[in-house]
């Protein structure tokens, strides 16, 4: 009970100290529900990025009240709007910081289209982004770069950024210490577009059979660090873990 109290607690001060700093600093990141789906804007610096169903924001930045940049969408011949494949957006956000009246030209327009990519705030769900001061190219929620831990394990994990539906494909490879041995695994995962701050995914050996489960939360107890466990099956009870981002720099890992 004190255990489970003493999570809830850590969740309830993360949530609040993010929801201030982020109400400090920038409106934009966060999570929109808007005309093409729910959209997901993050910060890293001076640039804006972000995902919607089948489709990304990039090189976005903040300009007199706006946030302008360019889109990218993978398309179907069954699924056709006016977004297109690519082109440009424009938002405009309103005066109390919840809404925002968008506008978008696709790659064979000539001019903006009406006010039609409109955006509503879903306060409350996604952790701001806070780029870390001593790794300066950290994004939230991203889970790529090396993570490690105090008792010895090594996570090396790798975002690929590749969109599958609902779910961004993640691999890693980690060298954790079960029963004073040293023990590598290779990981195929994902995360949830809903849930990007929790990662999931399987653990292989070397001969490729299935060895277990990991499932790990971002942002826990703070920025840059993550807590979960490692489950090696029914005869084996859960593995705590926890680890702190020691670089964003993209690893070699096993791509299946």
Do not use: C
Request: proline content about 4%; glycine content about 10%.
């Amino acid at each position: 009970m004190k255990s489970s109290l003493k999570i809830i607690i850590k969740v309830v001060i993360l949530f609040l100290m993010s929801y201030a700093t982020y109400a400090q600093t920038d409106h934009w990141s966060g999570e929109w529900n808007t005309t093409f789906g729910k959209l997901v804007i993050t910060k890293n610096g001076a640039q804006y990025t972000g995902t919607f169903p089948k489709g990304r924001l990039t090189e976005g930045k903040e300009q007199n009240g706006m946030l302008i940049g360019k889109y990218t969408r993978a398309t179907s011949p069954s699924v056709t709007n006016s977004l297109g494949k690519k082109g440009e957006y424009k938002f405009i956000l309103s005066e109390d910081k919840s809404k925002f009246e968008g506008y978008h030209k696709s790659e064979s327009d000539r001019k903006w289209g009406i006010a039609d990519w409109s955006g509503e705030k879903i306060w409350g769900h996604t952790i701001p982004v806070i780029v870390s001061s001593d790794i300066p190219h950290v994004v939230t929620p991203s889970w790529t770069g090396t993570w490690e831990s105090t008792t010895g394990h090594i996570f090396k994990i790798l975002d690929t950024g590749n969109i599958r539906t609902s779910i961004t494909d993640v691999f890693a490879k980690i060298s954790v210490q079960v029963a004073g041995t040293t023990k590598n695994y290779d990981v195929k995962g994902y995360f949830a577009h809903d849930k990007p701050e929790v990662f999931q995914g399987t653990l292989y050996q070397a001969n490729g059979w299935d060895a277990g489960l990991i499932v790990i939360a971002y942002g826990m107890p703070k920025i840059d660090d993550f807590t979960g466990f490692i489950w090696f099956g029914s005869d084996s009870p859960k593995m705590d873990i926890s680890a702190h981002r020691t670089s964003s720099a993209k690893p070699t890992v096993k791509i299946f």
